[in-house]
């Protein structure tokens, strides 16, 4: 079964710093990997996936991620924080069955982001 | 317009009781899902429904018990509320199975 660690519960970071949030996944085949970030009180909002191609993926707010096989790792980048991204950022993994169907997605447990004025 | 919807957005009742959550997506998509958020923020999948079909149903008490009318809607009915059963539960759908997952706002559930 796959499984995703983000060893970081809290970061905190000023504003307009660079930011990295670090995510490691679990699977046995090639993983459909995903940022979900959740405001207070908010639902979940896609930040950007990696499917396959290039490594390097651009999403929305200003985010990219790298996918790094040999690491098992899909971190999370952006290159200045502003004080409207604090929130819960989740990493995931969707898993491909061998009937061709996915398992759901797995949660890594968060990583909480404060931003300093 | 409203992606996924969930009614109602907050629900407080009393161990004992039964209550529904319900959701709705007017995106088109085949597959939906119910996850629960825990006090800890900690994001489990309870299940996933395609095209009306029961696909995944994770270790999830058997109070628990999802509906799909037709593949725009999947309701979760909750029987017997025990005071454990408090977390947010999100709705989510997507095209398929393996593609990005749209969330619903979320309901949080208190139970008393």
């Known amino acids: 079964a796959q499984s995703v660690t983000q060893p970081d519960i809290h970061i905190t970071v000023s504003e307009g710093a660079s930011l990295e949030l670090r995510c490691n996944y679990s699977?046995?085949?090639?993983?459909?990997l995903f940022w979900y970030v959740q405001s207070p009180g908010q639902g979940l909002q896609l930040l950007l996936k990696?499917?396959?191609?290039?490594?390097l993926v651009q999403g929305i707010k200003g985010f990219e991620a790298e996918f790094k096989r040999s690491q098992s790792s899909f971190n999370l980048r952006k290159p200045s924080v502003h004080w409207s991204d604090a929130a819960e950022y989740f990493c995931?993994?969707?898993?491909?069955?061998?009937?061709?169907?996915?398992?759901?997605?797995?949660f890594g447990k968060g990583t909480h982001l404060i931003i300093q004025p | 317009d409203t992606a996924v919807s969930q009614t109602p957005k907050y629900l407080v009742t009393q161990m004992g009781n039964d209550k529904s959550i319900k959701c709705e997506q007017n995106?088109?998509?085949?597959?939906m899902y119910w996850y629960k958020q825990d006090s800890k923020k900690f994001l489990k999948i309870m299940f996933s429904?395609?095209?009306?079909?029961?696909?995944i149903n994770e270790t999830v008490p058997n109070r628990f018990s999802p509906k799909s009318p037709d593949k725009a809607h999947l309701n979760l009915h909750i029987n017997s509320l025990e005071l454990g059963d408090s977390a947010v539960y999100f709705c989510?759908?997507?095209?398929?199975?393996?593609?990005?997952?749209?969330f619903g706002p979320g309901t949080r559930l208190t139970v008393l």
């Open positions: 995931a993994v969707v898993g491909v069955n061998s009937g061709g169907g996915a398992d759901g997605l797995t």
């Open positions: 989510a759908s997507s095209r398929q199975g393996a593609d990005e997952q749209f």
């Open positions: 995106l088109g998509h085949d597959t």
């Open positions: 699977y046995g085949a090639t993983p459909y």
């Open positions: 429904y395609n095209n009306k079909e029961l696909i």
């Open positions: 990696y499917f396959s191609g290039d490594t």
